[in-house]
């Protein structure tokens, strides 16, 4: 260190100091606050590896495939709240990060992904391991920067920050050429930002949240649609508040799923495809949609002009994009969910209006009696991978994060373990990513190293980033998981049978030859395998899991082929036509009017 860097330390004044581009990066890094970057070294990236090396603030955690990078950066930005990092170099290591990439962008997940680029000069001549890895993600990033300079690292990975982790959270890419990261520069910090057009609105307009306190007023049939921009908010107590204070019927989406708990009379479950018939009921029914933090996507509308179609829509985002863009708000709020909640509740505090939702609530309760979620038991005793789910969510707890990938088992997570907190579910909401689970829940574990992960995954989606058990092995992660084995591509199957007269193209593992031998591959990766068949056993298997702490565990669960997700709202299809198990349908209130 400099003299004069010593002494403006010393006078609490700016630093600068001259360093290499690459240097740079890493001392930005540092300053941001950054501990772990999930990353694999290649030839355009590889300056950067060498002062990351030396860095004493920032774990490097070196994965077997980029994909599982980033899905790590997203595991470890869900369950701490912080921006996820992860690092590649040009070319395929870069493509190989599109995948997570956009699973962040569809989930507002806020990560910062790292590449490294061909030098400035070989730009656009189809270099060794040139991709342009800036447009090809442009329109599944929130922002991206390619850097030729280096004079521009560290302002531009501070920006990366900022707006990744601010308004609707979100990845940024930082593409950044050989040559800047290894030419010399002068170091300052903390730099100026440049986002003169980037001013997310996070407080509401008071006149629409007045507006909204007049409906909620008005209605006689409210609910509650809350989705994950009230999880990435902060605003779960505020929610409660409101909740209480109105009583109206809450419902959680997949991305919302234990920030309202499941355990509150208020609450009426999931909406949606595979939601609750009372969730699904009190939506169709009701006159008045309080939606906060939603997208109103189609997993949750189903056929959208049939949704909900006596309901009035308040609409609030601090995406302005998201509001009125599938259905009509009648108002429509910009902000922060947090804000909105708090701003809400004061003016209806202040009001003397209070709704009756007596009927309401004997219509709701009702569904809630009649159509509880439910699940097929097998005459051959074979495994329910609901019954699994059951007893997992019992002996872990609600203080343990759940962390799923896409498909049935994704399904029955939601539906049958008991969310309490909110962020515990961490999943592959709205791109729906095959290999989600195993890397997410790697970054998860190593966000919260003090709390119990559970990867709750299918034998399909845990074929496609396996390989990071033996980054958890070797970094220590001990994640724990819970392997849906049905043989099968599971949700691919269910509609196959229900739409495709059981043709059964291309689904088949055939995982019950074990191939692979599950147990085997554990062990083989410096696991622990433990294989489950029978009802009788669960218990045992998941203590034994929950005893081990040291290594990662997986148990293998070969459950029935042909199990189920319940209740469904085929795709394109009314949420009136929801069915509870085939060719069974529940019935509604108002179908004898």
Not at 396 to 402: D, I, S, W
Not at 414 to 427: D, K, L, S
Request: hydrophobic share 40%; with cysteine; aromatic share 6%.
């Amino acid at each position: 260190m400099s003299l004069s860097l010593e002494s403006s330390h010393a006078r609490n004044e700016p630093m600068t100091e001259r360093m290499t581009g690459a240097q740079a990066l890493v001392r930005a890094l540092e300053h941001m606050g950054v501990d772990t970057v999930f990353g694999i070294p290649g030839g355009a990236i590889l300056p950067a590896y060498d002062p990351l090396y030396d860095s004493t603030k920032v774990r490097h955690v070196l994965v077997r495939h980029e994909q599982g990078a980033g899905h790590a950066a997203e595991g470890y930005a869900q369950a701490t709240g912080r921006v996820g990092v992860c690092m590649a170099t040009s070319g395929p290591g870069a493509t190989n990060l599109v995948t997570p990439i956009a699973d962040a962008y569809m989930d507002s997940v806020p990560i910062v992904a790292i590449t490294g680029q061909v030098a400035s000069g070989a730009i656009g001549t189809d270099a060794f391991q040139e991709a342009d890895i800036s447009g090809i993600t442009m329109p599944i990033t929130k922002h991206n920067f390619l850097i030729t300079n280096p004079a521009d690292i560290a302002r531009t990975i501070m920006e990366a920050f900022h707006i990744a982790s601010t308004g609707r959270p979100g990845p940024v890419l930082v593409d950044i050429s050989k040559d800047a990261l290894q030419a010399e520069t002068t170091f300052h910090w903390p730099p100026t930002m440049q986002l003169p057009g980037y001013r997310p609105v996070t407080k509401p307009h008071s006149k629409q949240i007045r507006e909204a306190a007049k409906l909620i007023a008005e209605s006689r049939r409210p609910v509650l649609y809350v989705g994950g921009g009230v999880h990435k908010a902060g605003a779960a107590a505020e929610l409660r508040q409101l909740a209480e204070l109105t009583n109206i019927p809450v419902i959680t989406t997949l991305m919302a799923r234990g920030t309202f708990p499941d355990s509150h009379p208020q609450h009426m479950g999931m909406p949606g495809m595979h939601g609750s018939v009372s969730a699904v009921g009190a939506l169709q029914q009701s006159d008045l949609i309080i939606g906060l933090g939603v997208r109103f996507d189609d997993r949750v509308t189903g056929h959208l002009a049939s949704f909900a179609p006596h309901a009035k829509v308040v609409h609030a985002d601090i995406d302005p994009a998201e509001i009125s863009k599938n259905r009509h708000a009648d108002v429509p709020i910009v902000g922060d969910c947090k804000e909105v909640i708090s701003d809400l509740i004061g003016v209806i505090q202040a009001s003397e209006a209070r709704g009756d939702y007596a009927d309401w609530w004997t219509i709701l309760n009702g569904y809630k009696k009649t159509y509880p979620l439910g699940y097929e038991t097998f005459a051959d005793g074979s495994l329910a991978p609901q019954y699994v789910m059951e007893r997992l969510s019992s002996i872990a707890g609600p203080e343990a994060y759940y962390v799923a990938g896409v498909g049935q088992h994704q399904m029955w997570a939601a539906q049958f373990v008991g969310y309490e907190n909110p962020g515990t579910f961490i999943n592959s909401g709205g791109l729906g990513t095959m290999g989600f689970a195993i890397p997410a829940a790697m970054g998860a574990k190593m966000g919260r190293p003090e709390s119990t992960v559970w990867a709750i995954d299918g034998d399909g989606c845990f074929q496609m980033t396996n390989q990071e058990l033996a980054t958890c092995a070797l970094e220590g992660v001990p994640i724990k998981i819970a392997l849906i084995n049905n043989g099968n591509l599971g949700m691919v199957r269910q509609w196959q049978t229900l739409f495709y007269d059981q043709r059964y193209s291309n689904t088949d593992l055939q995982t019950t030859r074990r191939i692979p031998d599950f147990v085997k591959l554990a062990e083989a990766y410096g696991c622990v395998g433990l294989r489950c068949e029978r009802p009788e056993d669960v218990d045992a298997v998941i203590k034994k899991a929950m005893e081990i702490n040291d290594v990662p565990v997986v148990v293998d669960f070969v459950v029935h082929q042909d199990a189920m997700v319940w209740p469904m709202v085929a795709a394109g299809t009314s949420n009136d036509d929801i069915k509870i198990a085939r060719d069974m349908a529940p019935k509604w209130e108002n179908e004898d009017d």
